[in-house]
């Protein structure tokens, strides 16, 4: 390359920043892919994989990638105005190890350039340089009508005239807000499924009206028992949601779809100080039912708070007893930090045994998380100390 050569290189990279678009990938060979189709991709030595879809620019397409010789792909799908910004990704969405992705070409209009096509990347998860060999599946997504939209406050009867079927809602939410989904059984002419309704209802609920993808949220059998079903979640942007109902029994019958917003959690008690001299001895408890829920999703979870002070290095042995979840961190802004800890089984069998140690000088906080009506143990002494807590 010859100096004339050389800046004339370097004033079209000057050129090509001046204009932020970024250069091309220079390690992976680009292949392309018209949608509706299918491509095999060899395997190859290349950090990644490129892949050109030429689509009508109006249609959702879902993007497959399987494995064709054991690998774990990840797909990406890429910014068109620099090929680096990842605007959405997939790991095992189709099963298995297989990649699956949706693209909707009015959700997501930055990824389509001007002549109606969209990139992807592909990425290797269990083998670091080598892209393995996959087969790359493009596939026109219908676009379903949802029968109504639900408002927040009612509840709709819904008619399953077969084992299997399924009704399709949707419902409008803004990011942030606390939704409560049930899904009810009911025989005929009653409110609740005390006549022996045979439904056995499943939720599930999707961002986009494309049931083919994967939902966002899932319930079967509610925190609350029985068959019926119940989901809380918060939404994670604002938009359209659409909720399919659905009955997992052979037989006909009906079920009560209800939506309304949730109440949020309560704040966190203030922690019981604790003492060494108190772990020393020994401390028994019970999980109360008015004690606050360990997780807003499981309504049976409850916990109990406790704070133990220390100093930097300082470090402590601390046993349990009993069919409970014992967590230790710290309490930030955000809310409870777990630590991340292992428990070991004494040679009895019973009580279980952690090493504390704090990490800067403080409060190091014990959460105790299981369902109303359990006792527990803590304590810092001998194996047998938390024997008379059961």
């Not at 949706?102 to 080598?130: C, K, Q, V, W």
């Not at 930030?332 to 089984?345: K, L, R, S, Y």
């Amino acid at each position: 390359m010859t100096l004339k050569d050389i800046k004339s290189w370097k004033f079209g990279a000057l050129i090509a920043l001046a204009c932020s678009v970024a250069p091309a990938p220079l390690l992976a060979q680009t292949t392309s892919l018209t949608a509706p189709g299918a491509v095999v991709r060899p395997a190859s030595n290349d950090d990644f994989a490129l892949v050109d879809v030429a689509t009508d620019g109006k249609s959702p397409i879902q993007i497959d990638v399987i494995a064709l010789d054991g690998t774990d792909p990840i797909v990406k799908l890429l910014s068109a105005r620099n090929h680096e910004t990842v605007l959405a990704d997939n790991d095992d969405g189709g099963g298995s190890l297989n990649a699956r992705l949706m693209f909707d070409p009015g959700a997501t209009p930055a990824a389509l350039d001007a002549n109606g096509h969209i990139t992807l990347r592909i990425d290797e998860y269990s083998l670091e340089g080598r892209v393995g060999k996959y087969a790359i599946i493009a596939s026109t997504l219908e676009r379903l009508t949802p029968e109504k939209t639900l408002s927040f406050g009612s509840t709709e009867r819904v008619t399953f005239d077969r084992g299997g079927a399924s009704h399709l809602y949707a419902f409008n939410a803004a990011e942030g807000d606390l939704i409560e989904l049930r899904l009810n059984a009911v025989a005929p002419g009653q409110g609740d499924d005390e006549g022996g309704s045979s439904v056995d209802p499943v939720l599930k609920v999707y961002a986009s009206p494309f049931p083919s993808t994967d939902p966002i949220q899932s319930n079967d059998d509610g925190p609350e028992g029985g068959l019926d079903s119940l989901l809380r979640f918060a939404v994670p942007a604002t938009g359209t949601y659409y909720v399919s109902a659905e009955n997992l029994n052979s037989d006909a019958g009906y079920a009560d779809l209800s939506l309304k917003k949730a109440a949020p959690p309560p704040p966190p008690p203030a922690p019981t100080r604790l003492t060494p001299a108190q772990l020393g001895r020994g401390l028994c408890g019970e999980i109360t039912a008015d004690a606050p829920m360990a997780n807003w999703f499981d309504t049976d979870q409850h916990y109990a708070l406790y704070s133990l002070s220390g100093r930097r290095s300082d470090a402590i042995t601390l046993r349990k007893s009993g069919d409970v979840d014992v967590q230790v961190g710290y309490l930030t802004p955000m809310g409870f930090a777990h630590v991340d800890d292992e428990w070991t089984t004494g040679d009895d069998g019973n009580a279980q045994t952690l090493r504390l140690k704090w990490e800067k000088d403080g409060d190091l906080h014990i959460r105790v998380s299981a369902a109303a009506g359990t006792h527990y143990g803590l304590g810092s002494g001998g194996a047998d100390q938390l024997a008379r807590c059961q």
